[in-house]
């Protein structure tokens, strides 16, 4: 509560009657969301972290239940955003002797989580818990703690060992202090030098830059560029841009194709775009990036001006150092070309051919949404169709199972639109919620 949290979502069992208990007693303050099934509330705590911003936790039993939150920790893993998993473990006493549902959770996470500790001391619980809160958000991905029943119910701040050695449990507090984003200047001037000779530039952009909008545009104006989408990152430019061209691989648009192998200079922004083969041959283009992450700064494609900042910032930083472009015939070609794609797609929505297209579906789907509604879809083709057939315009968002593509989560991705808590509203880190419909 003291971090925000105002949700968990989960599955009883005896391996977390403890746990369920406390969540009982501050039922006024923190919603418990049954699932009928424990992958369901690994994929609700995901949905919930990628519409808000916020840490989405999840519950479950120990044994079999904790084994099945894994898909969706995962999914919550690969397109990077916090969550925490809270499991059961069976009683510390039983531990190693093959006890009913002993499954050693904390070893079976090693993959899924960035924090992963089995607490065997109630001692550790207000630090652990910090610990994992905080690098579920530093480091944009899973925290898992799991706790034996014996834990669970003993008393709150209880050390039962005698301490050998000079230690004291550390005096935490609930505090996540966002990392700055500015780049380095040198950084920018030089990724300036190299867009501003650009003759045929493109920009890419992903999920890192769904906050940056207006920046996006702004220097895809100021460089005449063509704006490509990643599917985890439609909702950056609206599909009604002049400056986009929709998206790219298998679920993207001709136009996006042929701008990856015209572009002189690739402009890559909060993207870790896996499918290297849909990006351009180094050896004809260069490419300027723009990421959060040192580690993913050249992942995909060798990158000649890598620079580590925050998407919104970056872009900022830039902006006054583009040469402005008039007249602009590059983007003039894709402009038409994309006109000519969308009356394709229309004509796939066509409500005469008989039997009626899934794309004609999907076309009402989006003419009746909202424009503030936030789109989701599961994988497979449909994910195709929402691509090409969902439209981003207003303040319309959209996610999905990005980089793991997993079967059936969209269900089961629940609605942010609940009024916060009195912990939320005074939490440290209620400053990043989207707390809107």
């Not at 999920?207 to 940056?212: I, K, R, S, T």
């Not at 001709?254 to 990856?260: A, Y």
């Amino acid at each position: 509560m003291a971090w925000g949290v105002d949700t968990v979502f989960g599955l009883p069992g005896d391996g977390i009657n403890g746990i369920m208990e406390g969540l009982r007693r501050h039922r006024d303050r923190v919603r418990f969301v049954l699932v009928h099934h424990e992958e369901a509330a690994a994929f609700m705590a995901t949905g919930y972290a990628k519409a808000t911003g916020r840490i989405g936790v999840c519950l479950a039993t120990s044994g079999p239940g904790g084994i099945h939150l894994l898909n969706g920790l995962y999914d919550a893993k690969l397109d990077h955003v916090p969550v925490l998993a809270i499991t059961g473990m069976q009683e510390t006493s039983v531990l190693g002797t093959g006890y009913q549902q002993e499954v050693h959770l904390d070893k079976l996470f090693a993959d899924v989580a960035e924090y992963n500790m089995m607490v065997t001391n109630p001692a550790q619980l207000p630090s652990l818990v910090d610990l994992a809160v905080r690098t579920a958000y530093a480091r944009r991905g899973v925290s898992h703690l799991t706790l034996p029943n014996d834990i669970q119910v003993a008393e709150a701040g209880a050390d039962p060992y005698k301490s050998v050695a000079p230690v004291r449990a550390p005096q935490t507090a609930p505090v996540y202090l966002q990392s700055p984003g500015l780049p380095r200047q040198e950084d920018v001037e030089w990724a300036a030098e190299v867009l501003n000779r650009a003759e045929r530039p493109a920009m890419l952009v992903g999920q890192g830059a769904l906050h940056a909008r207006e920046e996006v545009l702004a220097v895809a104006e100021a460089l005449g560029a063509p704006v490509v989408k990643t599917l985890p990152g439609k909702a950056v430019v609206p599909d009604d841009s002049p400056y986009t061209t929709g998206g790219l691989g298998l679920l993207g648009t001709r136009p996006s194709e042929e701008l990856m192998d015209e572009a002189d200079v690739l402009f890559m922004v909060g993207t870790n775009f896996p499918y290297s083969k849909f990006l351009p041959e180094v050896r004809d283009t260069r490419v300027v990036q723009f990421e959060a992450d040192p580690t993913r700064a050249g992942a995909r494609i060798a990158t000649d001006v890598p620079v580590v900042c925050d998407a919104k910032e970056g872009l900022r930083a830039l902006l006054p150092l583009l040469a402005r472009r008039d007249g602009n015939g590059h983007l003039a070609k894709y402009q038409k070309m994309m006109a000519k794609w969308r009356s394709d797609m229309e004509a796939l929505e066509n409500p005469d051919r008989h039997p009626i297209a899934p794309q004609y579906v999907m076309s009402i789907i989006d003419e009746l949404a909202a424009e503030d509604a936030i789109m989701t879809c599961d994988s497979g083709t449909i994910a195709t169709w929402a691509a090409r057939h969902w439209t981003i315009r207003g303040g319309r968002e959209f996610y999905l199972s990005g980089t793991l593509a997993t079967m059936a989560p969209a269900c089961r991705t629940p609605s942010p639109c609940s009024t916060p808590s009195p912990a939320a509203r005074s939490s440290p880190t209620s400053g990043t919620a989207a707390s809107r419909c």
